[in-house]
């Protein structure tokens, strides 16, 4: 398999159905909206279908037209999150007037802590949803406690995109990024550059983390150690 890079939006697959017109659309984008907003205001484990309605200015079943439960909900933002990072990570790189592997590296890097630093929400669901709560279901396209299973739900556009399956969000990334840095680095993207960036993005992940439990902000000093960790691994791979 060769890998395409992927910079438009993907239509997430624990939608219940996909907008087709535009008012639908810009339903979801405000439903997601404020699904982020109250994810920096409450958590995960206080966010509910209901809360977010309210903030969206939608009724709650207009959430439950595209989610089954909240945490389809979550991995729809999430979804949305890797594809503006795909974006942003393109942008960067196609704008660099000279782009060499450590250029590339930093790009990648200084566009995840930019959405660390800015993006609502995203400092809790980054590309991958939180584990369940007690008592709440794991698949993305079944209600969780409490929550009605099928309120508006039936019938409407684009019905019956998919549940969701269980996914590795890391591998979402490295796969989305092995095919930018090939296209971008005119490399081909091969099994061990989709390794090397697999092994890559799980060390910057727990390493980012890291950083950001120390300062809210994103420590300095361990952002920088991530970066000559980085370098040192995987620039000889890109370049």
């Known amino acids: 398999m060769v890998p395409v890079p ?3 939006p993907q239509a997430p697959p624990v939608l219940r159905r996909a907008p087709v017109q535009q008012r639908s659309a810009e339903r979801l984008a405000r439903i997601l909206d404020a699904c982020a907003a109250l994810l920096d205001e409450t958590g995960y484990e206080r966010l509910s279908t209901r809360a977010v309605a309210g903030r969206a200015g939608v009724p709650i079943g207009s959430v439950y037209r595209f989610f089954g ?3 389809a909900m979550v991995a729809a933002l999430a979804h949305r999150n890797l594809d503006e990072y795909a974006r942003r990570v393109s942008d960067r790189l196609a704008e660099a007037p000279v782009l060499d592997a450590y250029g590339a ?3 990648v890097l200084d566009e995840f802590i930019a959405m660390k630093r800015t993006v609502p929400g995203f400092a809790l669901v980054d590309f991958g949803v939180p584990a369940a709560a007690p ?3 794991e698949a993305a396209g079944e209600p969780g406690a409490g929550e009605p299973a099928d309120e508006g739900a039936s019938g409407g556009e684009g019905a019956g995109v998919g549940r969701g399956a269980a996914e590795d969000p890391n591998r979402l990334v490295a796969e989305r990024l092995c095919a930018l840095l090939a296209t971008h680095l005119d490399r081909p993207a091969d099994d061990g550059l989709r390794r090397k960036v697999l092994v890559g993005v ?3 992940d727990a390493l980012v983390r890291l950083a950001f439990r120390a300062d809210p902000a994103g420590d300095p000093a361990l952002i920088d150690e991530t ?3 980085l370098h040192a691994y995987l620039a000889p791979s890109l370049s």
Do not use: H, V, W
């Open 105 to 107: 590296i930093d790009g």
């Open 202 to 204: 799980e060390t910057a």
């Open 6 to 8: 992927q910079t438009r």
């Open 135 to 137: 008592g709440e279901s």
């Open 69 to 71: 439960n909240k945490r």
């Open 227 to 229: 970066r000559q960790l």
